[in-house]
């Protein structure tokens, strides 16, 4: 298996039998703490934020840069029952995280302030990397034959974008309305726009 390359149009199934008997016990956990840590931190950054403009607009673009990257990978994926190594799925193992990253720092940039940076670098960046480290522990269960592979042929966290060229697979809007990701993207923009709106000593003259 060393030596073959990963087919990145290929959706493996799992078992029924085998996805059951594994326990989701703790990525359920840590999700939580994810969720809930994510919304105090955004609310914090619109509470401290003291904007800037140029800080504001590249916030502004992170966060819908982000939103879309979580829009697409949500279309692509499919929890628990299929490892998904094409799409996005194809340049980083973790495109929502990446996407949810983008959005934490997006967030961090409009407030332009040091201690929601601070924030977003020391205390959910490591969440993030806990949470991404039990998923792959989980993965590794559930698709014990085939995710070795993918692994090595594909980046963890930051995309390879030299790949970006060679994306194939087909976006499935019924999976992204089914995973809440079109909620979240239309949260973050308005979230976005209450910061914005709420401090407008940022807007020149």
């Known amino acids: ?32 703490v994810r969720l809930w840590t994510g919304y105090v931190y955004i609310l914090c950054a619109i ?79 490591p969440i993030y990397a806990r949470m991404i480290s039990i998923e792959e522990k989980y993965l590794t269960q559930l698709f014990p034959d085939t995710i070795p592979a993918y692994m090595k042929s594909v980046p963890r966290f930051f995309p390879n974008l030299s790949k970006i060229g060679k994306i194939s697979g087909t976006l499935h809007i019924s999976r992204m309305k089914n995973s809440g990701e079109l909620t979240s993207t239309i949260l973050f923009i308005l979230l976005s726009l209450v910061l914005l709106l709420a401090h407008r000593t940022w807007i020149p003259g």
């Open 47 to 125: 509470i401290f934020a003291r904007p800037v403009f140029q800080w504001a607009i590249v916030g502004f673009l992170l966060v819908l840069l982000g939103a879309a990257i979580r829009l697409i990978s949500s279309a692509t994926l499919v929890k628990d029952k299929e490892l998904v190594t094409h799409g996005v799925y194809g340049m980083t193992r973790n495109p929502l995280y990446f996407g949810s990253a983008l959005v934490a720092f997006g967030f961090a940039s409009m407030s332009s302030s040091l201690w929601i940076l601070g924030a977003c670098v020391f205390i959910m960046a």
């Open 1 to 32: 298996m060393t030596g073959t390359p990963v087919d990145l149009t290929l959706l493996i199934v799992a078992p029924d039998n085998h996805n059951n008997a594994l326990d989701r016990t703790p990525v359920k956990r840590w999700a939580k």
